[in-house]
């Protein structure tokens, strides 16, 4: 898979990328993730990829051409499965919606800033605009950066245990059951004898009704989605 990501502040992102589950995978040649400084297609002498909206509004608002020019560089060097806009406007962000990405080959993430960018942006080149919540963030980076960790780390070979992805909270629209390690009691703090056990189906029964009260308790809106 390859993930490239157009900013106005690659510098924010570089570390990012290239730490944790993310430089694993690219080290393994799963993913490549690239960023791309959307100055450097700006036809502006002092680099400006931003102008004042028409109306009189308030706020500033990324230009066309640079975002243009920049996409058709990419696109003019492979094919792309989507071309995602971040923005708190966009449908919501889910587990769903990482495995369905973790699928596809090839994806843009065009981080906005500012007040937003040019709708015609929106109108002729994005394919999918996505939020990861009801709240607005200085620029879609840390989007960006989210939703890249989510979907690069389900990439088969990603993570050594394999399974340990597919039972992450909300995989099945559950949360996940607690967890425990060593020591089995500290400062008189157990964990529950059932674990202890070594009857994995007993486990296992366990870890669903623990899974399934804890999200009827704390997010019973996802039972709704079963």
Known sequence: MRIDIITVLPDM???FV???????????????????????????KWRRVDD?????????????????????????????????????????????????????????????????IDQRIRDHLITREISIGDFVLTGGELAAAAMADAIVRLLPGVISDEQSALSDSFQDNMLSAPIYTRPADYKG???????????????????????????KRLRPDLLKKK
């Not at 962000?93 to 080959?105: H, I, P, R, T, V």
């Not at 366990?206 to 999200?215: G, L």
């Open 52 to 116: 004042y909206p028409y109306g009189g509004f308030a706020g500033m608002v990324m230009q066309c051409e640079p975002i243009d020019r920049c996409i058709a560089a990419l696109k003019a060097e492979r094919d792309y499965d989507e071309v995602i806009f971040t923005t708190p406007d966009g449908e919501q962000f889910d587990q769903s919606m990482a495995n369905e990405l973790s699928m596809k080959g090839n994806l843009i993430f065009l981080c906005g800033h500012y007040k937003g």
């Open 13 to 15: 992102l570089a570390g």
């Open 189 to 215: 703090w157990r964990v529950p004898d059932i674990l202890l056990s070594g009857n994995e189906a007993k486990i296992k029964d366990w870890e669903m009704e623990q899974s399934y009260e804890r999200t």
């Open 18 to 44: 290239n730490e944790s589950i993310l430089a694993r995978a690219q080290k393994k040649g799963l993913a490549e993730i690239c960023l791309h400084n959307l100055r450097d297609y700006t036809l502006d």
